[in-house]
């Protein structure tokens, strides 16, 4: 795996990107996504735009929880109300973190 840079990273989640490879990770709990800038983006904006009070539902443990695919369609994340908007944050984070070090000229590892 290539030299990343943590652009955001919280209990559950981290988000790192290789400025070599222009290639974003999500590390959540035991998963690993790999995207490309642009497929990054959607996903994130897929994610900002899902409405959890249209689309939960209630799960063994009584808890209510909206499933959201992954890009691959048999894999699927199941968060909490909570969960949900600690993940939106994450990437949102991840997105304003990209920019500042982009404007910066201080991503590292980045070709100058």
């Known amino acids: 795996m290539c030299k ?3 652009l955001s990273s919280g209990k559950d989640t981290a988000i790192s990107h290789c400025p070599h490879c222009d290639v974003y990770y999500i590390w959540h709990n035991n998963l690993l ?3 490309t800038q642009n497929d990054f983006l959607n996903f ?3 994610i900002e735009n ?3 009070t249209e ?3 209630p ?3 009584k808890k209510e929880r909206i499933l959201l695919r992954s890009p691959n369609e048999d894999i699927s994340f199941a968060f909490t109300h909570d969960e ?3 993940f939106r944050n994450m990437l949102n984070e991840a997105v304003y973190m990209k920019e500042v070090y982009t ?3 201080t991503e590292p590892g980045a070709n100058r």
């Open 59 to 61: 799960f063994p443990d």
């Open 4 to 6: 990343t840079i943590i």
């Open 55 to 57: 689309t939960s539902l």
């Open 103 to 105: 404007l910066m000229g």
């Open 44 to 46: 994130k904006d897929i």
């Open 84 to 86: 949900l908007e600690s």
């Open 33 to 35: 996504l790999n995207f």
């Open 50 to 52: 899902f409405s959890f």
